[in-house]
């Protein structure tokens, strides 16, 4: 039963260091039974839009099982969140929810045009919580990224509801200072949970500054049940990823981010993903810049055709040997836990692959295109 004194305040208050502005929102009530199981933190922004979401989880539901013994249900967690549009290119702006001191962030909107901004490229967070901790630890003290790009495999089994605030609860700092952008792994399984808290769709599409990124769902096993309808949702994907990039080929920059990669040092998983094979003349036709990956839990880099693939799968979750690197293309391979700082500045970017101890194993300069006027 509701308990209606316990509502929280239904204002989110969102400012810059301009302004102050109210906004009104439509939340469900919290009861002195819900405990927020996850966020604040921001996805889906734009220019002038923005997504606030937090994560609540009601209290256990509590059964008398036939011996008299009590039975625990698993948590139901459902998002809250606000929408905000009208927002300015460039801003940063802090929010929170009044009556829950707690329960707030800052984030910045995307440049409107060429300059400089950082971004980190990470994934594979799914086991190992300990080193999940030490991976975003060490991210949290040598970057201070504008935005966040997730490979996917965020957790082990994305249908497990009592998975998601473990992952809340590790990623909360990183989570309140940045626009977070995932990618679904093959273990977000893709689950009503992932969409519901990520308000992600499968694939999507942003800008910053002058470079454009399109977010990738390679995950076709969970994708349909049958194999004609994962080759229509491919089918349908790929079309729109063609259209996508021919779309920003005025973009300094052309960034693809997805979770299975089309190569791979892991000499039992060449040859894994087909699809992503035979997506790479797609990317050299629409002149990608990099593209990132997960999957394999480790760090490798490639350069093949003109194009950086970049795999970093190194937050936490068990690592693989990179045992049979690519005669030709490879840059780097190292079986480590790792995360990936990416620094624009005008036309040139900065690549850092970097471990959890703060040591360096990969560095390389991006080129961007003439251009760059989105
Ligand atoms: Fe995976």
Known sequence: MLDFSDLIDPVLIMKNTLFSLLFLACLGPLTAADKVAGGPFVVNVTARTATVVWILQPDDAVMKSADGSEVHTAPLLHAESVRFTGLKAGMSYDYQVPGNPDLKGTFKTPLAGEGQFEFVVYGDTRTRHDVHRKVIAALLQHCHPDFAVQTGDLVNDGDDPALWPIFFDIERDLLRQVAYYP????????????????????????????????????????????????????????????????????????????????????????????????????????????AFFGHDHNYQHYLKNGIHYVITGGGGAPLYDVDKPPVGITQKAVSTENFVRVRVDGKKAHVEAITPEGKTIDDFELEGKPGGAL
Not at 224 to 249: C, F, G, H, P
Not at 258 to 269: K, L, Q
């Open 183 to 290: 990618a679904l792994g093959n273990h977000e399984r893709h689950s009503h949970n992932y969409s519901d808290f990520m308000q992600a769709a499968p694939y999507y599409s942003f800008n910053w500054g002058n470079a454009h990124f399109a977010i990738l769902d390679t995950d076709l096993g969970n994708a349909a049940l049958s194999e004609v309808a994962r080759q229509t949702y491919w089918k349908e994907q790929t079309d729109w990823l063609a259209a996508d990039l021919q779309k920003n080929q005025k973009a300094a920059f052309r960034f693809v981010a997805g979770h299975h990669p089309p190569m791979t040092a892991v000499s039992n998983r060449q040859g894994d993903n087909p699809h992503m094979i035979a997506l790479t003349p797609m990317l050299e036709q629409y002149h990608v810049t990099a």
